[in-house]
């Protein structure tokens, strides 16, 4: 399907723990972005990338890395899980001053 | 600190009636404006965009009005309903920022049948 998928869609992990988010985009795309959606502060801009090996941060990066071998794949890293990142994690990309948005992933930190 | 407010975390309306969602902003770079509909457990989708050299754009029930002297814009849905019910966000957009959006933190509208 086109489009942009996200991988896993929940997730449950232990604190202390690394998770990685997959995020995959079939239209080559060069901007991709990550953000996390939490109650009261909408979506916040945690990484993005301006094309492959180009990565900048965000509002709030701390706690996570990112890479882009391929313009097609950005994955999102959680070195050390910790409970404040317990939230939903949307990866998109932008095509003409429009983004598009994967279905997201429920990221639970025990 | 937000740059892009949504101040109603929600919204009620009748079927058929107009709702009517605002979002005001504080940076006057911003020169491009989205508002995005989000469904549970989807990501948000793409409804209308504005940019800052016009006051209003409409698109079929759904119109965006910019006041740019207020910093300020908003949604109208005419006549609203029960599918309209969702999460909606205001995003903005600045020139030579790497095609960051700065997100509002969302208005949950409900269309009651």
């Known amino acids: 399907d086109a489009g942009i998928t996200q991988s896993p869609r929940y997730k449950i992990t232990e604190t202390g723990r690394q998770v990685t988010l997959m995020c995959h985009q079939t239209?080559?795309?060069?901007?991709m972005f990550w953000y996390r959606q939490d109650l009261g502060h909408g979506l916040r801009l945690i990484y993005y990338?301006?094309?492959?090996?180009?990565?900048d941060k965000g509002e709030v990066p701390d706690g996570y890395v990112v890479s882009r071998s391929k313009t097609e794949n950005f994955p999102l890293t959680l070195e050390s899980a910790t409970r404040s990142q317990t939230s939903v994690y949307f990866c998109?990309?932008?095509?003409?001053?429009?983004?598009?948005f994967g279905p997201g992933t429920r990221l639970t930190v025990t | 600190d937000q740059q892009v407010k949504q101040n109603s975390p929600s919204l009620s309306v009748q079927e058929g009636r107009i709702s009517i969602l605002n979002c005001d902003y504080t940076?006057?770079?911003?020169?491009?404006f989205l508002w995005y509909k989000k469904y549970p457990a989807e990501g948000p989708t793409f409804l209308i965009s504005?940019?800052?050299?016009?006051d209003k754009n409409e698109d079929g029930r759904f119109t965006v009005f910019l006041n740019k002297s207020a910093k300020h814009l908003s949604l109208h849905i005419v006549p609203s309903q029960p599918g309209d019910s969702a999460v909606y966000f205001c995003?903005?957009?600045?020139?030579?920022?790497?095609?960051?959006?700065?997100f509002g933190t969302g208005t949950s509208l409900t269309v009651i049948p």
């Open positions: 990338s301006a094309a492959a090996d180009i990565t």
């Open positions: 239209w080559s795309h060069s901007y």
């Open positions: 504005i940019s800052s050299i016009k």
């Open positions: 940076n006057s770079m911003f020169d491009y």
């Open positions: 998109a990309s932008t095509y003409s001053y429009e983004q598009y």
């Open positions: 995003a903005a957009s600045a020139p030579n920022t790497g095609n960051q959006f700065y």
